[in-house]
């Protein structure tokens, strides 16, 4: 694998850290709120280097589909 992140300085700007082209993070949204699903994604959508490769209505659903999907994130509601 290579590297997660480069960094990018300039004369008069602090780094500023991004996501390798080749890097993408994998994510799984857990949500019984469909709205909530949706929202989300949308908004990872627009995050470089993040791809949504899986949604789920419950932890029962999630678990099963975890151990295949392998994300690298998880976002889940905790208040389901």
Do not use: N
């Not at 960094?7 to 857990?30: D, F, G, K, N, W």
């Not at 949500?31 to 908004?43: I, K, N």
């Not at 659903?61 to 994300?71: D, I, M, N, V």
């Amino acid at each position: 694998l290579s590297p997660p992140s480069v960094i990018h300085m300039t004369e008069h700007a602090p780094p500023v850290l991004t996501l390798a082209q080749s890097y993408s993070l994998r994510a799984v949204i857990v949500d019984d709120e469909l709205l909530a699903r949706q929202r989300l994604r949308r908004l990872l959508s627009a995050v470089p280097g993040v791809k949504v490769v899986g949604e789920f209505t419950g932890a029962g659903h999630a678990r099963e589909g975890l151990s295949t999907l392998r994300p690298d994130l998880l976002f889940l509601d905790v208040s389901m």
